[in-house]
């Protein structure tokens, strides 16, 4: 029982951690790893750090429950 309960929350996506790098601004595109490049239609930005977002930039972003969306919340140093 337990076990199905754990597979069950594992597929459905709920929100995680991840860490990108901004490969450009216009249009936002981030890179997530090598496999996974996310493009502006699913990575939104708070009003603040969209004014302060630059290429090569690292970020930490939430990924939304089913992991279809992206939010960058924050540069990492």
Excluded at 23 to 35: E, G, I, Y
Excluded at 38 to 59: G, H, K, P, R, W
């Amino acid at each position: 029982m337990k076990k199905a309960a754990v597979e069950a929350v594992a597929a459905s996506k709920p929100s995680d951690l991840l860490f990108g790098k901004i490969l450009s601004v216009n249009p936002l595109r981030v890179t997530v790893d090598q496999k996974l490049t996310l493009s502006e239609e699913f990575v939104f930005t708070t009003y603040a750090y969209s004014q302060m977002i630059q290429v090569n930039d690292n970020v930490v972003m939430i990924r939304a429950q089913g992991g279809q969306k992206y939010l960058i919340i924050d540069k990492v140093v």
